[in-house]
């Protein structure tokens, strides 16, 4: 029997049995929930699938932020079991300032928290200091940064450079980075090598 109140969506999910109506009930909770993690916008990562960042919570961010219904999580330097990840947080700092903000005083809010992360992090690897030359061709983000004079932004440049170009095929092509001038290369020469 035809009832003017029961819209056409109404009429079928009441003709469906019991589990069908809840398995409708939970797919339709479950691209809910996919919405709401896709629809917000993620920072900078590096090797990090877009769905591992998807799925942290926001703690492993420095700041969230939210406009107009729109959030951002800037900053993602924790893992998924809350852990400090040391090459993501250099990368981070290293990226920094290509991030875009809200509210500008967020900003410093992130970057203040990250160079705690950061200053921690320095302290301990100094404490062991460098036990053999950095291969500039294989090191990592948290090797780079122990040299003198290069920091998380220098750190990015020389492995972002090392992607684009393959191998450096001296120590005196490092000075082909941007950054690197005569003075920082005379400071790191003696500290790194290419193989």
Same mark, same amino acid.
């Given at each position: 029997?035809?009832?003017?109140?029961?819209?056409?969506?109404?009429?079928?999910?009441?003709?469906? +049995?019991?589990?069908?109506?809840?398995?409708?009930? $939970?797919?339709?909770l479950l691209c809910l929930s996919v919405f709401v993690i $896709?629809?917000?916008?993620?920072?900078?990562?590096?090797? $990090?699938?877009?769905?591992k960042t998807r799925l942290l919570s926001d703690e492993?961010?420095?700041?969230?932020?939210? +406009?107009?219904?729109?959030?951002?999580?800037?900053?993602?330097?924790?893992?998924?079991?809350?852990?400090? +990840?040391?090459?993501?947080?250099?990368?981070?700092?290293?990226?920094?300032?290509?991030?875009?903000w809200f509210?500008?005083?967020?900003?410093?809010?992130?970057?203040?928290?990250l160079e705690k992360h950061y200053n921690r992090f320095m302290a301990k690897a100094m404490t062991n200091g460098l036990k053999s030359p950095v291969n500039i061709n294989r090191a990592t983000l948290t090797e780079l940064v122990m040299l003198p004079q290069v920091g998380p932004v220098l750190a990015v440049k020389i492995v972002e450079y090392r992607n684009r170009h393959n191998l450096y095929m001296t120590i005196n092509d490092i000075e082909?980075? +941007?950054?690197?001038?005569?003075g920082t290369f005379n400071a790191i020469r003696h500290y790194i090598s290419i193989d």
């Open positions: 029997m035809y009832c003017p109140r029961k819209s056409i969506i109404h009429g079928f999910i009441y003709s469906l +049995d019991k589990k069908s109506r809840l398995l409708t009930f $939970w797919l339709t $896709w629809n917000q916008d993620i920072g900078r990562c590096q090797g $990090w699938p877009g769905i492993c961010f420095s700041v969230v932020e939210s +406009d107009a219904g729109t959030r951002k999580r800037h900053c993602p330097h924790h893992d998924l079991n809350g852990k400090l +990840d040391e090459e993501q947080l250099i990368y981070v700092l290293g990226t920094f300032e290509k991030e875009t509210n500008p005083k967020n900003k410093m809010v992130s970057k203040k928290h082909k980075v +941007d950054g690197i001038g005569r």
